[in-house]
């Protein structure tokens, strides 16, 4: 195949990573939203490509379900709640953000090293960008440890799932079908259980802040 | 298999009875004439049938037998040799007292129910049973867990009483220490067979090194149960709280099991014999022996001065154990066989008479509604029956000749006359330090045993409500008598017993001890010209005696006989209040042995009004050694609760942590 | 056919449930709908006594030695819940600590959660099981909060984040596993995430992919299993949750995810030729026993006490099955089992106790065997059963599990023993407080509804003196089969 | 160990009366000589027959919440004495009887005698009945282990815990010199002294409320009981001192009564010897005052530890 896709698929890679990064230091979470929506756009483009350059039809499908979930669903879902919530700003992040930024320059160093010698044995094109996919589900774990609202948490949570997908695709054209099924099935039951609980937090704690969800511990 | 069935199977068709009448007193669990009249004096018949399988078994071979039960690659074995029967003899003839006065003892509304007591109880005599019986270690530890359950809730059946509870939580939590260093010894003694029959044990070949850990871990484990020092702090504590039949129960047999258990350890299962050994065994029975008799006799309750007392005899059978190790390595098996029939000697004795005694202060109880010794006094005339019976068995843990307790002395002195010649320079040197230290701790029983006997029993009342106090019942009278006889029997026929426990030796050891002269009356384990003592002849001799005198007397001065008041120095009439209190007895000992004591006083000032003494004495180990290791279990658990300090972020960030290090390693 | 039984009688009764759920009639049919899968559960365990390891559906379920057992297990401990649910939830609604609306959610989730626990331990494809065990979550979760306290928000949403991180990692591991087995199985169809395809050819898998997939999926599952450091959602998820609840979670949920990770250390262990599996395994193990043990003293909540005995024990497993061999294997599996009976069996007894007392807390629970004798007898002989104490099964597999110790691994059998005497004195004095002693509270009477729980203490009494020939089998099989 | 015979058997009965219608002549001798040590007259050495045929005559007056064990302990007190007379070897050593007891029960034989009578002393329930039964045990648990010790070093000389073997080994081995012995010697003395009420540790004289000690236990006997009682302490005295003479000063003793000139040999013997006993007894009552009760450990103490050294002389140089 032509060298074309995969130019545009490893692209497609560096957005997502710099996407992370920029959710990484975003503050503001409608924003945030924002790129999430974006990543999982490029995700799907990305594995588009992959699709149209192998000829893989369940990849055409789990594009589709990538584009529907993660780039319409979710993110509409989740403004609403900011809206509802109005929860659409966050306070300081646990670190500064510079170091913030600092770990996940390591970390990313970190996935790549660790991929490094694994996408040597992938048989895929695209197998270079595991290291990124790695470093995507890294920098959004990343993200969930620093944010102290309850709503970036759950962004950090689909961003990583983001990271995996693409690893899928990357690496080993996709899951099988019945996997992504049920992987995306449980991304959406999950999603709107923790859009349930967002309002019970709300109602039981008049703020989405972790600080007060502290109660339970050994004193 | 050697051997028919017939005594193995007996002694498990009894243990099987013993079980089914526990369950029986569930049937009407709030009856106590179902339970105490009808099923306990069944339980003692099985009792005497339990004996005397085991006499039988004593005169005949070794039986084993497989249990159909277990883990599929780890059946229940069982067995019945030399050893397991005189410890059956033990069990079936205490039990067998202990059972019939605790037909008669249990009262209606006392705590947990009839028919539960009776269910625990007869476990406990069961599982007590089968680990004399049981021949691999998962049985054994089974057998042996659940006497340490059942006696446990023996223990607490009074639980709505604080103090006992923490009595039984101190007891199970020491109890289960115990039992993980056994199991650790087991694993460690199959030496790579990774079989766990004891006949694979036996054959399991151990470095010195592994040995000896094997030595200590049983040492600890069998001790902890045995209460040696300083594992011995449940001890005081549990056994008061029970009901006396069972305080009797462990104090008489448990004990005594957990001697077994090390017993067989050391003499059966392990090969490999190291000399000292045996050394550390006899110390740490001196230091037990004389701790427990210096603590028993500063007691003021009279169930804790018997616990104190019976870990004082286990120290003694310890210096028993202690000297057969120490001979067997030196390679003198018939000087090993002499101090092993010591050993087993005593522990029959204080089987019985330990029992007999806490029976004793169970009657006592119930009659006044008293533990305290300085509320006591004067009961030979309410109860002459449990006061002269109880006599019998304050001779005999006083070491009296001519009772049992100084026979199993006598043997265990004689053997120590043979330490110089051990082959072997300052382990010949045992004579003057051991003997004495237990010579010493001998007499100071003696001190104790009157206190406890004179304060108890002797005197006045020293509360006006003993005047009401009654004799026991007629099934307790039967339970005392019959251990009592036994002491007496033990006490003098000393030469036919120890033909019977000789049969241990001979197993074990492969010598045993001189057979009795002149049928039996004179009593030479050795040789007539180097050691003799017949208790026959010495009874014999003291009742001719008072007999001829009494006959001169009578003949000769046929003086009237007054009675009067008590002289006491003028006018004022006698009260209670003159004697000497419990604490008052034990002063001198307070006062020569201080520095082991841990003392609190309140000493009243001249001009008090009202003066008010009090002295409280408490264990120093349980200072030194317990309170730091509680201290810093609760340093460490508050250490690991400051990981959990209730932010989700954190424990994000251990999981990321945790990934990340998992990911450097891996790479 | 008795395979799609097994799996619709719950998804069915999770269905019906859902919108049935807060009829009076309710709890009767959540009863009579798990012992329709438990009847199941029998049926295919006898189908399997004689036919052995079984494939069914195109390979897309199967049933060996290793999950037969549990199987039946989940079953019997899913249906003994849903009898002790009837009374405790009705309870629970006419002290209005729930309504009509979060019962019907109670009864449906109930289901749905023994239908994934059940589809996790008979699927095939390592993916059905990641999905099926996120299910489990995501219906439990509710479930925790199911009171709607403030804790139970806390604690509900620690459990959502922190398992839903950690199954997401487990995701990452289960596609590098699927990337390493695509090489080998081809990528087109769905069998390069078969386990019996997986299993044949484990020895030719790439060891370093495997190393790596195998630190995601044990930090994943791990989560769950409660593993020490990833086990802090577990506490707070079982104080929180209705008792019947936290029953399950303890009883089934720890296991199907230890269940998960043996079945990718299997393939692991099999791939690379060093311990390193094995040994990760016994680290995280030995880590959670002692910790565990010794926060135990802190506790003063019955449901987090047990809960912290749950972690202690699982850490015992999880060891046990690190160290490997047949001996320890046999021994894990038979703690998993009577593990699941005791404590389940247990937190009917406490949810019962904490229900009377109208608290959790440990202080205020005092004279249980005053209130009610029965309950108290079966927290007491529960608890021992629980702590080792023979003749229950528990002693069995802890002697086994501490010699297989002793022969492999000297230095560890120290840290048993003193996980064992540090566990047994913190929960013992405890329990023992609340069994025993004075009550205000007048006698309760003595009908009592525990009829199930003195079933499986009986069972691992049981277990503990006589291991059915076949059940051992089983377990020899699988020990063998986990190697 | 003689041969048991008829005549043996008689002659040890013989020997046993002799010794228990003798002991309190010995009583006398020494409370004579202790008056001759003070310059007074003295009451003549018959005074312990004559003051026990009083008691006798007496009416018997007992308290009235005494207990039969009361009553009984007189007679069990005079028995064992009795018995142990029947054991020590006073004219010969070949005592048939002796192998109902060897040395250590003969301690035990004591021991029982000293737990009665306390036992009997707390009977009554007055102040000095209990205290009396205390300072007894005190004494004896101190004492107890001492005697011991010595008897071993003898036994270990002797190989034999019999008291007869021992004596009639030492008596006709040819002489040696034992250094442990001297040790043992000395040892015994300060026990008997404690175990016969004798000064430094009691005051058989004295009705002092704090000193006494054997006296508190037997304040409340009187009459026959009474007579019983000092009788045994008489005879307790003999049997120590013939103890201590066949232990250390075993020379003269005969083999049997079979042979007359041995007896001929060992009669006078005896009577020297317990003549000089009971001087040296009242000589060092004389040069001593009675210590404080208290002291009386410390003085047991060092009575132990001689006979501990004695006995560690013995297994070091073997002598």
């Not at chain 2, 539960?116 to 049981?134: C, D, E, K």
């Not at chain 2, 101190?170 to 109890?175: D, T």
């Not at chain 2, 289960?176 to 087991?186: C, K, T």
């Not at chain 3, 390069?192 to 044949?200: G, I, P, Y």
Request: glycine share 8%; hydrophobic share 55%; proline share 5%.
């Amino acid at each position: 195949m032509a060298s074309l896709p995969l130019e545009l698929i490893n692209t497609c890679a560096a957005l997502l990573l710099l996407l992370s990064f920029a959710m990484l230091s975003q503050r503001r979470v409608l924003t945030q939203v924002d790129l999430y929506a974006a990543q999982g756009l490029v995700l799907s483009v990305s594995i588009f490509i992959t699709a149209w350059s192998t000829h893989q039809l369940h990849l055409y499908f789990s594009c589709g379900l990538t584009l529907l979930l993660k780039v319409l669903v979710l993110p509409l879902i989740l403004r609403r709640l900011i809206h509802r919530l109005d929860a659409n700003w966050e306070t300081e992040t646990l670190l500064n953000m510079p170091s913030v930024l600092l770990i996940g320059l390591l970390l990313v160093m970190f996935a790549f090293v660790l991929a490094q010698p694994i996408s040597e044995l992938a048989t895929t094109l695209t197998h270079g960008t595991l290291g990124i996919a790695l470093a995507v589900v890294m920098l959004a774990f990343l993200m969930m440890i620093t944010r102290r609202k309850a709503v970036s948490q759950v962004v950090g949570f689909l961003a990583m799932e983001n990271g995996l997908l693409f690893a899928a695709a990357s690496t080993t054209y996709g899951m099988p079908m019945a996997v992504e099924l049920g992987v995306g099935l449980d991304v959406l039951v999950g999603m709107i259980i923790l859009g349930i609980f967002l309002f019970h937090i709300r109602e039981q704690f008049e703020s989405l802040d972790l600080s007060h969800l502290e109660s339970l511990k050994e004193d | 298999m050697t051997g028919t069935h017939t005594e193995l199977l007996g002694a498990v068709a009894i243990g099987g009875g013993w079980l089914a009448i526990g369950v029986l007193g569930l049937l009407r669990s709030h009856s106590t004439g179902w339970v105490g009249r009808a099923l306990f004096p069944f339980g003692s018949l099985l009792g005497i049938a339990l004996a005397a399988v085991g006499i039988i078994a004593l005169a005949h071979g070794v039986e084993t037998l497989i249990l159909p039960i277990g883990l599929p690659e780890l059946p229940f074995h069982l067995r019945l040799d030399a050893l397991s029967a005189v410890f059956l003899v033990l069990l079936g003839a205490t039990a067998a007292g202990v059972s019939i006065f605790a037909a008669g003892y249990f009262r209606p509304g006392e705590g947990t129910a009839p028919g539960l007591l009776g269910l625990q109880y007869h476990v406990f005599l069961a599982s007590m049973l089968f680990v004399v019986l049981a021949d691999d270690a998962l049985s054994f530890m089974m057998a042996w867990e659940s006497m340490a359950l059942s006696s446990y809730f023996l223990v607490t059946s009074q639980h709505r009483l604080p103090e006992i509870r923490k009595a039984g939580y101190l007891y199970l939590l020491i109890a289960h220490l115990g039992a993980a260093a056994i199991v650790l010894s087991f694993g460690v003694m199959q030496g790579g067979s990774w079989q766990f029959t004891f006949e694979a044990l036996r054959a399991a070949q151990l470095t010195p090194a592994w040995a000896s850990m094997v030595f200590f871990l049983a040492l600890f484990g069998f001790g902890a149960k045995a209460g040696i020092v300083p594992l011995h702090v449940w001890l005081p504590e549990a056994h008061p709280a029970a009901p006396s039949p069972v305080s009797a129960l462990m104090s008489g047999v448990m004990l005594e099991i957990a001697v077994y258990g090390l017993l067989r350890v050391n003499l059966d299962l392990l090969q490999v014999q190291v000399w000292w050994w045996g050394l550390v065994t006899l110390g740490l029975g001196l230091l037990t022996a004389l701790y427990g008799v210096l603590f028993a006799a500063v007691q003021t309750d009279m169930k804790r001065l018997l616990a104190y007392s019976s870990i004082e005899n286990i120290g003694i059978i310890f210096i028993g154990l202690g000297l057969t190790l120490i001979f067997r390595s030196f390679h003198m098996p018939a000087f090993a066989a002499l101090a092993l029939a010591a050993t087993l000697y005593h522990c029959l004795n204080h089987a019985f008479a330990k029992s007999l005694l806490f029976l004793g202060t169970g009657s006592v109880l119930h009659a006044t509604g008293e533990r305290n010794l300085g509320r006591l006094g004067g009961l030979i005339h309410r109860m002459p029956w449990v006061a002269w019976l109880a006599l019998v068995g304050t001779l005999a843990i006083a070491g009296i000749p001519p009772f049992n307790g100084f026979v199993s002395e006598w043997l265990l002195l004689q053997s120590f006359l043979f330490t110089p010649f051990i082959p072997r320079e300052f382990v010949n040197m045992l004579l003057p330090l051991g003997a004495s230290g237990l010579t010493l701790a001998a007499a100071l029983a003696a001190y104790l045993m009157v206190k406890f006997y004179g304060i108890v029993f002797l005197g006045q009342p020293r509360e006006a409500k003993l005047a009401q106090s009654h004799d026991c019942g007629r099934l307790e009278r039967l339970g005392l008598l019959w251990l009592a006889s036994a002491c007496v029997l033990l006490g003098i026929f000393p030469a036919q017993t120890l033909a019977l426990i000789g049969q241990v030796g001979e197993e074990l050891l492969g010598a045993t001890t001189a057979p009795p002269l002149w049928h039996g009356l004179l009593f030479a384990p050795i040789s007539p010209e180097r050691a003799a003592y017949s208790p026959a002849l010495f009874l014999l001799g003291i009742a001719v005696f008072v007999g001829l005198t009494m006959l001169i007397v009578r003949i000769a001065y046929h003086g009237r006989i007054r009675r009067a008041a008590p002289w006491v120095c003028g006018g004022f009439p006698l009260t209670p209040r003159m004697q000497d209190t419990s604490e008052g007895f034990s002063q001198p000992i307070r006062q020569i042995f201080e520095p082991f004591f841990r003392m609190r006083r309140e000493l009243p000032s001249p001009f008090d009004a009202a003066p008010h003494y009090r002295v409280q004495i408490e264990d120093r180990i349980w200072h030194w050694l317990y309170v730091p290791v509680v201290v810093s279990v609760q340093w460490i658990a508050r250490a690991a609760g400051m990981i959990q300090r209730g932010r989700i972020s954190t424990y994000l960030l251990y999981s990321f942590v945790t990934l990340l290090v998992l990911l450097i390693w891996v790479l | 056919m008795v395979m799609l039984l097994l799996l619709s009688a719950p998804l069915a009764g999770a269905l019906f449930l859902g919108f049935t759920g807060n009829r009076r009639w309710a709890p009767e049919v959540n009863v009579i709908v798990s012992a329709a899968t438990f009847v199941a559960a029998i049926w295919l365990t006898g189908f399997t006594l004689t036919m052995g390891p079984v494939l069914f559906l195109g390979q897309q379920f199967f049933v060996d030695s290793f999950n037969v057992f549990l199987v039946a297990l989940t079953a019997f401990v899913g249906f003994t819940t849903a009898l002790f649910s009837r009374a405790y939830m009705r309870v629970e609604v006419q002290h209005a600590r729930i309504g009509g609306g979060r019962l019907r959610l109670y009864h449906g989730l109930y289901q749905l959660f023994i239908f994934t626990m059940l589809l996790a331990l008979t699927t095939n494809n390592l993916g059905i099981l990641w999905v099926a065990l996120e299910g489990a979550m995501l219906a439990t979760v509710l479930l925790v909060s199911l009171y709607r306290t403030p804790g139970g928000i806390e604690a509900a949403w620690k459990y959502f984040i922190l398992c839903g991180v950690g199954i997401t990692l487990a995701l990452f591991g289960t596609v590098l596993l699927y990337f390493a087995a695509s090489k080998l199985l081809g990528s087109e169809g769905t069998n390069a995430l078969l386990w019996t395809r997986l299993e044949q050819v484990r020895g030719q898998l790439d060891a370093r992919v495997l190393s790596l997939a195998f630190v995601f999926l044990l930090v994943g599952y791990g989560t769950k299993v409660g593993l020490v450091p990833l086990h802090h959602w577990l506490p707070d998820a079982h104080a929180e949750g209705p008792a019947p609840v936290s029953a399950v979670l303890s009883g089934l949920l720890l296991n199907v995810a230890l269940y998960a990770v043996v079945r990718c250390k299997i393939l692991v262990a099999g791939a690379m030729h060093s311990g390193l599996a094995g040994n990760l395994m016994m680290g995280f193990g030995m880590l959670t026993m002692t910790l565990a043990a010794f926060l135990l003293w802190r506790q003063k909540d019955i449901k987090r006490l047990f809960a912290y005995s749950s972690v202690e024990h699982m850490g015992i497993a999880t060891f046990a099955f690190g160290m490997g061999g047949p001996v320890a294997n046999f021994a894990a599996l038979l703690h998993m089992t009577v593990h699941s009976l005791t404590k389940s069996s247990l937190f009917f007894t406490a949810g019962q106790a904490a229900q009377w007392a109208g608290t959790q807390v440990m202080e205020k629970i005092r004279g249980l065997l005053k209130l009610n004798p029965s309950v108290g007898w079966a927290l007491m002989l529960g608890t021992l059963a629980i702590l080792g104490m023979p003749p229950f099964g528990v002693f069995t597999s802890e002697f086994l599990i501490v010699i297989t110790a002793m022969r492999d691994h000297p230095w560890a059998t120290p840290f048993l023993l003193l996980t064992f005497v540090v566990a047994f004195g913190a929960i013992f004095f405890r329990v023992q407080a609340i069994v025993f002693g004075e009550t205000p509270q007048p006698q309760l009477p003595r009908g009592s509804r525990l009829v199930t729980v003195f079933a499986q203490l009986a069972l691992v009494l049981m277990l503990g003196l006589y291991i059915p020939p076949h059940l051992a089998q089983w377990y020899r099989d699988a020990a063998q089969l986990i190697g | 160990m003689g041969a048991v015979t008829l005549t043996a058997v008689l002659a040890q009965a013989a020997a046993t009366v002799m010794a228990v219608l003798v002991a309190p002549l010995l009583l006398g001798w020494v409370n004579q000589c202790r008056a001759w040590l003070q310059n007074r007259s003295g009451p003549g050495i018959l005074r312990p027959y004559r003051q026990i045929r009083k008691l006798f005559h007496k009416d018997a007056v007992i308290a009235s919440n005494a207990s039969p064990l009361f009553r009984l302990v007189p007679y069990v007190e005079f028995a064992s004495m009795a018995l142990a007379a029947a054991i020590i070897p006073t004219l010969w050593t070949g005592l048939p009887f002796a192998i109902a007891a060897d040395t250590i029960a003969l301690v035990g034989l004591f021991a029982m005698a000293r737990l009665f009578l306390a036992l009997a002393a707390m009977d009554i329930g007055t102040a000095f009945g209990s205290i009396g039964a205390r300072r007894e045990m005190l004494i004896g648990f101190l004492a107890e282990p001492a005697l011991l010790m010595v008897f071993f070093t003898t036994s270990l000389i002797a190989r034999s815990t019999s008291l007869p073997t021992i004596a009639d080994g030492f008596a006709h081995q040819p002489f040696a010199l034992f250094p442990s012995l001297a040790f043992a010697s000395v040892a015994f003395v300060m026990v008997l002294l404690a175990e016969n009420t004798r000064i430094p540790v009691d005051n058989p004289a004295t009705h002092l409320e704090l000193t006494m000690i054997h006296e508190a236990t037997v304040l409340e006997y009187s009459a026959r009981h009474l007579a019983l009682i000092d009788w045994s302490a008489a005879l307790k005295l003999f049997n120590y001192v013939c103890i201590g003479l066949a232990l250390f000063l075993p020379w003269g003793l005969a083999e049997s009564p079979a042979n007359p000139a041995g007896l001929l040999l060992a009669a006078p013997a005896l009577v020297l010897k317990l003549a000089v006993a009971g001087a040296g007894l009242a000589l060092i009552e004389t040069l001593n005052a009675k210590m404080r009760l208290f002291r009386a450990p410390e003085f047991l103490a060092t009575a132990f530890l001689l006979a501990m050294l004695g006995l560690l002389v013995r297994l070091l140089l073997g002598s």
